[in-house]
């Protein structure tokens, strides 16, 4: 039973235009939400996240909604750079009520920009 | 930031033997540390939280002794995998908690284990 959803398995944008990364859960215990990137052999690195009792967090390029009532979020990076190719995860995490810390990932999407 | 090691990055084995695959956190202490496995193309899925002196608590359908994590002081976690299979055959990556909030979970680079 897969708990968190990323229903793109490959993404492919040009130089400078908008990545738009989603993800989708089913748990309404999930309360936190990360967004990680990951280069093949290597482990994954954090890039941005977001509390449930919150709809957006931007960090530079990097901005990260959520629709709890969908059970949706998604990351959007603008500009997008070549550097940016990537697999990108989505987690969630239920930190209360629940095992705190565990984190629940996504199938990752593999967002290649070109240039 | 802070640096999580995994050694060895990968290995190769022959079925029935027991492969042990080190997690270590270089410039911070961990409490927790976490196992996950990846198939190729797939998520990461967590395989057990190690907690430092105390017995690893394994997600549902992780066989615990088959994956035998020990977590014998607050920078160093083992996993040892027993009589390995070709079916073990995958990309093994631990994570540290460097502070008690889910953001501060840092992912070594990995170990590709690979069975023969």
């Known amino acids: 039973d897969q708990q968190v959803k990323q229903n793109s398995p490959s993404l492919s944008v040009q130089e400078g235009r908008i990545s738009i990364l989603n993800c989708d859960y089913t748990n309404s215990m999930f309360d936190y939400f990360l967004w990680y990137k990951k280069y093949p052999a290597e482990g994954p690195t954090f890039l941005i996240s977001?509390?449930?009792?919150?709809d957006k967090n931007e960090d530079g390029r990097f901005t990260v909604f959520l629709n709890k009532s969908a059970k949706h979020l998604s990351l959007h990076i603008v500009p997008s750079q070549p550097g940016d190719s990537a697999v990108y995860f989505c987690a969630a995490s239920a930190r209360y009520g629940g095992a705190t810390n565990k984190l629940i990932f996504g199938t990752g999407t593999l967002l290649a920009v070109q240039p | 930031g802070a640096v999580v090691s995994q050694h060895p990055s990968r290995v190769i084995c022959k079925s029935g033997t027991s492969v042990k695959i080190e997690c270590r956190s270089l410039?911070?202490?961990?409490?927790?540390m976490f196992w996950y496995r990846q198939f190729p193309k797939q998520s990461l899925m967590l395989m057990a939280t190690s907690n430092e002196g105390s017995k690893a608590t394994y997600e549902q359908g992780v066989e615990k002794d088959k994956f035998l994590i020990n977590h014998a002081s607050l920078t160093l976690s083992t996993l040892t995998v027993t009589s390995a299979h070709p079916e073990d055959s995958s990309f093994y990556i631990c994570s540290a908690l460097r502070l008690a909030g889910v953001s501060e979970q840092y992912f070594g680079p990995g170990t590709r284990l690979t069975v023969t």
């Open positions: 410039d911070f202490q961990a409490t927790t």
């Open positions: 977001i509390s449930s009792i919150k």
